[in-house]
């Protein structure tokens, strides 16, 4: 069975500033899908990023990126240039890729991020 | 921009009682899912739908579990005798087939409370 760990309940940063986000995973499977979903106080679940296993090249998506290490099952997500409205819970997921569609979303427990003026 | 939507937003329900909640999956997604995520813990997966089907499973969704698409748009997921440890937010979420099927696009959840 597929785990998703978060090591970190609570982080904070003063804004403009740059925070990384931890995340492991345990896995016996190759091919699969890794993201980052955060939950604002409103409690909706958007997605910020994903990454294809099999792909080497880190997911960015402007100030959100990704280092994705596969062989040590690591997938941190880093926050530039840090905005209040980044203040919000950030769960890491997996998924099995099932030759392009995809299984149900594993999270972690999350990662209360807050961003300090 | 097409999106999920949910309802009720908020569900107060006496236990042992029977409580439906609804989902509006984007028109045309094919896959839908509902999770569940208890206060102040993680997201979990109860369910996933394809095909009038169920496709997966956890061993969350036991027998006073059930899941419809009664209609074509709507998608609900039935507590048959509501206990209190069901009381969490529950969410929907539906995606397409093809090269982007893996993003789930989440609905804003209900939050059930049973008394």
């Known amino acids: 069975a597929q785990t998703v760990t978060q090591s970190q309940p609570e982080m904070s940063v003063q804004e403009a500033e740059t925070v990384t986000l931890s995340c492991t995973y345990d896995t016996s499977e190759n091919n699969y899908y890794l993201f980052w979903y955060k939950q604002p106080p409103s409690r909706q679940m958007i997605l910020v990023i994903r990454q294809e296993a099999y792909k080497q090249q880190n997911a960015t998506e402007n100030r959100f990126s990704v280092n994705f290490q596969k062989a040590a099952k690591s997938f941190s997500l880093k926050i530039s240039d840090s905005q209040l409205g980044d203040t919000a819970m950030y769960f890491c997921a997996f998924s099995m890729n099932y030759g392009g569609s995809q299984g149900n979303l594993i999270f972690g427990k999350g990662t209360k991020l807050s961003v300090k003026p | 921009e097409p999106e999920v939507t949910q309802t009720p937003s908020h569900q107060v329900t006496q236990m042992g009682q029977e409580v439906i909640l609804r989902c509006v999956p984007i028109s045309n997604h094919l896959y839908f899912y509902w999770y569940r995520q208890i206060l102040g813990q993680k997201v979990e997966f109860l369910v996933s739908f394809y095909n009038n089907e169920i496709s997966e499973k956890s061993e969350i969704f036991d027998d006073q579990f059930s899941v419809e698409r009664p209609d074509g748009s709507n998608f609900t997921l039935k507590i048959r005798s509501t206990k209190l440890e069901d009381s969490a937010m529950y969410f929907c979420?539906?995606?397409?087939?093809?090269?982007?099927?893996?993003?789930?696009?989440f609905g804003p959840g209900t939050r059930l409370t049973v008394t």
């Open positions: 979420a539906s995606s397409a087939l093809g090269p982007n099927s893996y993003e789930q696009y």
